[in-house]
């Protein structure tokens, strides 16, 4: 009698050697381990498309501030006003664009209504710590990191028109803006600048409550917009707005002193002597976008300011070029024509 086959030594877990040792990877003795002598079971990998299919759910679109590329983007979309915070640190850039946000939760600002937001997550991060769920006892905005400039979205309505448009806030670090004052040439990649409609430049009210910082405010407003001009980031067809923030402080210590407001419009004056022929149009507003006393309404200044940002933009608008008639160079082409005419 023939002796039988002797069955090839294999296991089915694909990490043990068995077959070449003769020795379990668990350690046990091959009569007592479930897995040899079983075949290995070999299971092909499915094989996904180019572009394979995404898994059921609902999928949302990120709503983080917009980086440069993103902005870029969404102006060749849609129209669009794109509006520069300029300021040194602390004077309420952040606050500001927070509190365009917030006014539009209880309504329509002024004429225009809101109409949606692809960075609604990085308002409301912008607005938490000045709310009451905040559980803070004064409000306060977080500080802008440094680096390249991001963009704050709306979507807004004009009462009497069917088309939205859309607003971008740019919103860089105050100390980079600060910087440029004494190194110009930096304010050349400042993107934002090139393309701003409005340029919306920062004097801080609290500072100028203080007779000893209230001229630092004058020279960082001043000296900012002089390197901008000097570095070529401002163009002929932009409005400048020069925007007195913390209106709240400043009506408080306005019934003591009376010197505030006064000593403000004097910036104002620098400004329009200094920059004049260098924008299309300078205008002044004085908000309180977040107060932190009764001294002024929540919002105050807003609408004023919002209607200028979102005016039509200079740089659609037509402008006019002197005829130029040649000059014929004999003396009889400059006879003037004379038409006969009969009755």
């Not at 509190?99 to 949606?116: I, M, N, S, T």
């Not at 306060?140 to 004009?158: C, I, N, P």
Request: aromatic share 6%; with cysteine; charged share 25%.
């Amino acid at each position: 009698m023939a002796d039988e086959e002797e069955a090839p030594v294999q296991c089915d877990n694909p990490e043990c050697n068995v077959a070449k040792d003769h020795r379990c990877i668990e350690g046990l003795e091959l009569t007592t381990c479930t897995h040899y002598g079983k075949a290995l079971v070999i299971v092909d990998r499915p094989k996904w498309s180019s572009a394979p299919t995404p898994p059921p759910g609902v999928h949302l679109p990120g709503a983080e501030a917009l980086s440069r590329t993103d902005a870029q983007l969404l102006l060749r979309s849609q129209p669009c006003n794109v509006i520069a915070l300029v300021g040194p640190f602390d004077s309420g850039k952040t606050s500001l664009v927070a509190g365009v946000y917030d006014l539009f939760q209880h309504g329509p600002v002024g004429e225009f209504a809101f109409a949606g937001s692809s960075t609604s997550h990085s308002f409301e991060r912008a607005c938490h710590d000045s709310r009451r769920a905040s559980r803070r006892n004064k409000p306060k905005m977080e500080r802008t990191q440094t680096g390249d400039a991001t963009y704050f979205h709306l979507d807004l309505v004009a009462s009497g028109c069917p088309d939205k448009r859309a607003a971008l806030f740019a919103n860089r670090s105050g100390e980079e803006y600060t910087d440029s004052q004494s190194e110009p040439a930096l304010a050349r990649d400042f993107v934002e600048l090139h393309r701003a409609d409005v340029l919306t430049i920062l004097a801080d009210g609290h500072n100028l409550l203080d007779t000893g910082l209230r001229h630092q405010v004058r020279d960082d407003v001043c000296l900012t917009l002089q390197a901008f001009v000097e570095a070529g980031a401002t163009r002929p067809w932009q409005r400048l707005a020069v925007v007195l923030t913390k209106l709240d402080a400043v009506l408080k210590d306005e019934a003591k002193t009376g010197r505030t407001l006064q000593f403000f419009e004097s910036v104002l004056r620098d400004v329009q002597d200094q920059f004049s022929k260098n924008f299309v149009e300078i205008q002044s507003f004085r908000v309180a976008a977040s107060p932190q006393s009764r001294s002024a309404a929540r919002g105050a200044g807003m609408v004023d300011l919002l209607r200028y940002w979102m005016s039509a933009p200079a740089r659609l608008q037509p402008t006019k070029i002197p005829a130029v008639i040649p000059v014929a160079a004999r003396s009889f082409g400059r006879l003037p024509l004379r038409v006969n005419r009969h009755d």
